[in-house]
């Protein structure tokens, strides 16, 4: 998967800290240099009576901390939560301070002796930490740069063309024309500069290096702990390691455990043709030789390597060498996780190391979710299961529901007392089992379309319009008097129709059911900083306090509740229960024996963000 655009990389992320860091480092270090140049003017002038140009000077000093002020103010102007706009604007401004910063250092250079100055080595020092903030090649710019200047004041003092100041007593007048001098002046800061920029390039890469890999191996912890589903999980272990590594791609390949296969589960930064092969290019005796038991494998140009199939193909993509590492689970291998470079021999024996922690760092999350994918499969496909056969039951039962009725209505003849008897009490067991089928249906149900369906933005108005609607013509029937009481705004929730359906069918259901006739159902809809709560109370025969805890687990009916002879299964809150987890939702009940109950759902209000259901 490809990161969307405005996603900063792991690299830029660290880059980021890195040039905002040293641009801060920068303007801290500059007060000190500007302040430093003021005093030692004054000291060098007065204390010691050196014959410096004053005036200058200090204008140099005071011109170093007015544009350091310049640059306070223009990094926070600078800000933006865009992190590709603040690093391009951060860049600018760590350039414009290093230019200046040079500038200065030459003035300041030309007034204290140009080729004689004893300020020189404040270049170097100023080096080094361009060379700390600057990444690659930057720092080899700045030092010819600084050579130019330097080389520039030395020619132009040299020729007359610039006055020059020999501040140090002592020194001849002329050394600034003397060539050998110039030369070795030159030639040793040119020297002592590449080596200092040389040198911190190298120890600044080689952290940076560090820092990415311990920041790698952060992301993917935090990948393979926060990821939700298992593709997302190695599409963002495949992305982070590639980036790391600096690597032109990577691929993460799980064993299947029927057929022992390797397939391709999540690629980075491979073309869409080479995807298309979904094999892995090492040879089964590698596999099984190095990566099974353990080993990474280094293929340091696969054009030559006798363990590469197919290597025509892996040249054609671009692909020159590999790395791949075992990902071992507790107690077998799932996979193989490898890294692609477009380069030969690009991948060390220490980029293996770093590979294998992160296959070890991310072997137990994966086990995890693996078997939590098998699990929700089975869980799946077990509902898939008593969706087929509940719905093969319902058209029997209706069947026979049908056919008792007419019996029971005299047309298939007169009945006796005792034959009226017999055919309620089976009417009875066929209407509770009736109701199973379909409770068990809507439990089904709830655990297969509706996982799959989106939450989105569902007006909850209507939907309760709609059942109540519905239900007020068996609640009059039963002389329970059923009220609804809405909001004048329409308030929407995170949820799909049919599970906001499924809950408030039943809790209403409920309440009409269990609330005797002259009863009252009330059901009402409030906002809160909570959420969207919802309740519907009534005056019915409530819940004994012992079974309250017990209430949503599946099949499970309140004492009073069986003793009364109201048909029930004891699944409809459990599904509710389920229901309103997946919205992110709460549902709590209170109650009393004898005069009502009130069950309180909570459900989050949709924002701007949620995609707005097509059907509301
Ligand atoms: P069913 O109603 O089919 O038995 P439910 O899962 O919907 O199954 O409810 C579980 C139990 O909770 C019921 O059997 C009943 O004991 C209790 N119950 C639910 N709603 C109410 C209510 N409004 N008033 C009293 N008891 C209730």
């Known amino acids: 998967m490809v990161a969307p655009p405005n996603q900063p990389s792991l690299l830029e992320v660290s880059f980021r800290y890195d040039v905002t860091g040293g641009s801060t480092q920068l303007i801290r270090t500059r007060w000190v240099a500007g302040g430093l140049v003021l005093l030692a003017t004054a000291i060098?002038?007065?204390?010691?009576?050196?014959?410096?140009?004053?005036?200058?000077?200090?204008?140099?000093?005071?011109?170093?901390?007015?544009y350091n002020g310049a640059f306070v103010w223009a990094s926070r102007r600078a800000y933006t939560p865009d992190v590709a706009a603040l690093l391009k604007r951060t860049r600018w401004i760590v350039a414009a301070q290093v230019t200046l910063d040079w500038l200065a250092l030459a003035a300041f250079v030309h007034w204290t002796g140009g080729v004689t100055s004893p300020a020189i080595p404040f270049l170097l020092v100023h080096l080094l930490i361009v060379s700390i903030v600057l990444p690659r090649w930057l720092p080899y710019l700045y030092v010819g740069l600084g050579m130019a200047l330097l080389a520039a004041i030395a020619f132009l003092e040299g020729a007359g063309i610039l006055p020059h100041y020999t501040v140090i007593p002592g020194l001849p007048a002329d050394l600034h024309t003397n060539p050998v001098w110039i030369a070795g002046v030159l030639g040793f800061t040119l020297v002592a500069a590449a080596g200092i920029a040389s040198l911190t390039v190298n120890i600044m890469a080689q952290l940076r290096q560090r820092e990415d890999r311990i920041n790698a191996l952060f992301a993917?912890?935090?990948?393979?702990?926060?990821?939700?589903?298992?593709?997302?999980?190695?599409?963002?272990?495949?992305?982070?390691?590639?980036?790391?590594l600096g690597a032109r791609g990577a691929a993460i390949h799980l064993l299947d455990e029927t057929?022992?296969?390797?397939?391709?589960?999540?690629?980075?930064?491979?073309?869409?043709?080479?995807?298309?092969?979904?094999?892995?290019?090492?040879?089964?005796?590698?596999?099984?030789?190095?990566?099974?038991?353990?080993?990474?494998?280094?293929?340091?140009?696969?054009?030559?390597?006798?363990?590469?199939?197919?290597?025509?193909?892996?040249?054609?993509?671009?692909?020159?060498?590999?790395?791949?590492?075992?990902?071992?689970?507790?107690?077998?291998?799932?996979?193989?996780?490898?890294?692609?470079?477009?380069?030969?021999?690009?991948?060390?024996?220490?980029?293996?190391?770093?590979?294998?922690?992160?296959?070890?760092?991310?072997?137990?999350?994966?086990?995890?979710?693996?078997?939590?994918?098998?699990?929700?499969?089975?869980?799946?496909?077990?509902a898939e299961f008593v969706q087929v056969v509940t719905h093969e039951l319902r058209a029997p039962v209706a069947g026979s529901q049908t056919l008792l009725r007419t019996m029971m209505r005299g047309l298939a003849g007169e009945l006796n007392e005792q034959q009226r008897d017999l055919l309620s009490r089976i009417e009875h067991r066929l209407d509770?089992?009736?109701?199973?089928?379909?409770?068990?249906?809507?439990?089904?149900?709830?655990?297969?379309?509706?996982?799959?369906?989106?939450?989105?933005?569902?007006?909850?108005?209507?939907?309760?319009?709609?059942i109540v609607d519905r239900v007020s013509r068996e609640a009059e029937a039963k002389g329970v008097q059923l009220q609804l009481d809405l909001p004048f705004e329409v308030l929407s929730v995170r949820a799909t129709e049919v599970g906001l359906t499924r809950i408030f069918d039943n809790l209403i259901g409920n309440a009409i059911k269990y609330t005797p006739s002259g009863g009252r159902v009330c059901v009402r809809v409030v906002e809160r900083p909570a959420g969207v709560v919802i309740t519907v109370s009534d005056t019915g025969i409530g819940i004994p306090e012992e079974d309250?805890?017990?209430?949503?687990?599946?099949?499970?009916?309140?004492?009073?509740?069986?003793?009364s002879g109201?048909?029930?299964?004891?699944?409809?809150?459990?599904?509710?229960?389920?229901?309103?987890?997946?919205?992110?939702?709460?549902?709590?009940?209170?109650?009393?024996?004898?005069?009502?109950?009130?069950?309180?759902?909570?459900?989050?209000?949709?924002?701007?963000?949620?995609?707005?259901?097509?059907?509301?």
Do not use: W
Not at 221 to 230: E, F, L, P
Not at 447 to 459: F, N, W, Y
Not at 548 to 563: D, H, Q
């Open 44 to 66: 060098c002038a007065h204390l010691l009576k050196l014959p410096l140009p004053e005036l200058p000077l200090y204008a140099t000093g005071l011109a170093v901390l007015a």
């Open 548 to 563: 309250i805890p017990r209430l949503f687990e599946g099949f499970f009916r309140a004492r009073n509740a069986k003793e």
């Open 220 to 244: 993917t912890t935090q990948a393979v702990t926060s990821a939700t589903n298992i593709t997302a999980l190695l599409d963002r272990m495949a992305r982070t390691v590639a980036e790391a």
């Open 566 to 616: 109201i048909i029930g299964t004891g699944l409809g809150l459990n599904i509710v229960k389920q229901i309103v987890d997946r919205f992110g939702g709460m549902i709590s009940v209170s109650s009393v024996l004898g005069q009502g109950t009130t069950f309180k759902v909570t459900l989050q209000r949709a924002s701007p963000a949620d995609e707005a259901d097509e059907a509301a």
């Open 432 to 466: 509770m089992l009736m109701e199973l089928v379909n409770d068990l249906l809507a439990l089904a149900a709830s655990k297969t379309l509706d996982v799959e369906e989106e939450l989105k933005r569902q007006p909850l108005q209507p939907v309760l319009r709609h």
């Open 259 to 382: 057929s022992d296969a390797l397939t391709v589960a999540a690629v980075y930064g491979l073309s869409q043709s080479y995807l298309a092969r979904n094999s892995l290019e090492l040879s089964r005796g590698a596999v099984d030789g190095e990566l099974m038991a353990g080993l990474p494998v280094v293929v340091h140009d696969i054009a030559s390597d006798p363990r590469i199939r197919h290597a025509r193909q892996v040249a054609d993509e671009g692909l020159r060498s590999l790395l791949a590492v075992p990902v071992i689970g507790r107690s077998k291998p799932l996979g193989i996780l490898c890294v692609y470079s477009d380069q030969p021999d690009r991948f060390t024996l220490a980029d293996a190391d770093f590979l294998m922690a992160i296959g070890r760092q991310s072997a137990n999350a994966l086990e995890n979710a693996l078997v939590f994918e098998s699990l929700q499969q089975a869980e799946q496909a077990r």
